[in-house]
């Protein structure tokens, strides 16, 4: 793959004059969590408090020939922890403690992963991580477009919640910003008209059966309507994760608002392990109700996989049901913004909240400081993982080139 890559660069630069685009990001975080009594009672999560320490960073190229170009994307993440490195019991060596999964969501930088162009070592209270979770190769014709190798697929309007995009997982709800999951495999574009759109995806992953076992692959198709000045048709449809889906997003403009709904069926394992059929539905609305008042609110269903493992919190940061959402952001200053956001589970009363404010320092370089709060605890029984949400305070700097 990065011999094919190498060679149409190569080719490319023979022939025609390189336009080069080069940007990144480098942020560094510290938190102090406090454990959620539950989880240390029932889930073997047995800490009370610790602090969590945070860099990453993106280094972004983008190189422009005549007719094409090559992307590339390169992401560091080092972090530290004493809860990566957990005593032994006398039944032996124990697994990193659930909670750095939440710190770094998303915990998988490459969504669909077939070459392996990675680096990732856990040792004793580190955690090191060095990703190319970007790099494609991609040709533009008038009516066509082909894309292949590592690439981001970004669609869907959800962003606490994108249930029809299962390749790129939404951050809204975590510490975590300037992140994106990589697929790998081939994508073609195809330009019906000015106002339909499809996007073809040929997608592998050997990493659920192992390198030797038999890929898993995703045939996708997303298409995009225009049917109205206002109104936008998505739908998407295909083979993905052993699972055949089918749904769409409907998206529809005012003045200064967004009104759009998202809906997704998921079968069965087509090949027959013991599974649920699952339903995804997704309602929101978006308003910029002044100059500096931002409001998002999302309400959704989740049909919960009760096979699924408690410890992963697969494509859903929270481990909710029946939610809604209410996102405020408001601009005090040109300087300073606040952002709060409360998600509540209507069916186990769980709540959480988060609150963030951000501060420019200068052009390029920002600080904000952050807090996550479980304030009402699910009282079902059948979201165990519920427990596992911490309380955080922390902050962060972040620099842009």
């Known amino acids: 793959m990065l011999a094919l890559i190498s060679l149409a660069l190569l080719f490319s630069t023979s022939v025609y004059a390189v336009e080069t685009e080069i940007s990144g990001n480098l942020e560094a975080q510290s938190r102090h969590s406090w454990n959620n009594e539950e989880a240390k009672e029932d889930l ?10 945070l860099v990453y960073g993106n280094l972004n190229g983008v190189f422009k020939f005549k007719d094409s170009h090559i992307g590339v994307n390169w992401f560091v993440r080092q972090s530290y922890s004493k809860l990566y490195d957990p005593s032994p019991t006398p039944l032996g060596e124990r697994e990193p403690y659930i909670a750095t999964q939440i710190y770094t969501f998303p915990n998988r930088l490459v969504a669909r992963d077939i070459f392996k162009l990675q680096y990732d070592n856990q040792e004793n209270n580190y955690r090191t991580e060095s990703v190319l979770n970007k790099l494609y ?6 009516e066509h477009r082909f894309t292949i190798g590592r690439m981001y697929i970004n669609y869907g ?8 995009n299962p ?3 939404p951050t809204g709800l975590t510490a975590i910003s300037q992140v994106a ?16 759109t499809i996007n073809f995806y040929f997608l592998g992953d050997k990493r659920i059966e192992g390198y030797d ?21 998505d739908y998407v449809i295909g083979e993905d994760q052993n699972r055949h889906k089918l749904g769409g997003q409907a998206a529809y403009r005012l003045a200064d608002a967004l009104i759009f709904s998202q809906v997704l069926f998921q079968t069965e394992y087509v090949n027959k392990k013991p ?17 500096k008042w931002h409001l998002r609110t999302e309400a959704g269903y989740q049909k919960r996989n009760t096979l699924a493992d408690i410890n992963s919190f697969g494509d859903r940061f929270l481990p909710t049901e029946y939610f809604i959402a209410l996102a405020n952001q408001y601009e005090f200053h040109p300087l300073f913004k606040a952002q709060g956001t409360l998600v509540h589970d209507i069916k186990s009363g769980f709540t959480y909240l988060i609150a963030k404010g ?17 304030l009402a605890q699910g009282g079902e029984a059948d979201q165990p993982a519920q427990k596992l949400v911490t309380t955080d305070v922390g902050v962060a700097l972040r620099a842009f080139f």
């Open 213 to 233: 076992g038999q890929i898993d692959k995703t045939l996708w198709a997303h298409g995009e309507y225009q049917a109205t000045d206002k109104l936008q048709l």
């Open 137 to 142: 190769y991609q040709w533009d014709f008038d």
């Open 44 to 53: 073997f999560q047995d800490w009370d408090q610790e602090q969590f320490h």
């Open 157 to 164: 309007l959800g962003e606490i919640f994108n249930p029809m």
């Open 358 to 374: 951000t501060y420019s320092l200068t052009q390029n370089i920002e600080a904000e400081l952050f807090g996550f709060s479980p």
């Open 167 to 169: 390749f790129n997982q």
């Open 181 to 196: 999951q990589g697929n790998d495999g081939i994508a073609f574009t195809y330009f019906v008209s000015d106002k339909y």
């Open 275 to 291: 599974s649920d059929n699952l339903w995804d539905v997704l309602l929101g609305f978006d308003q910029q109700l002044t100059a």
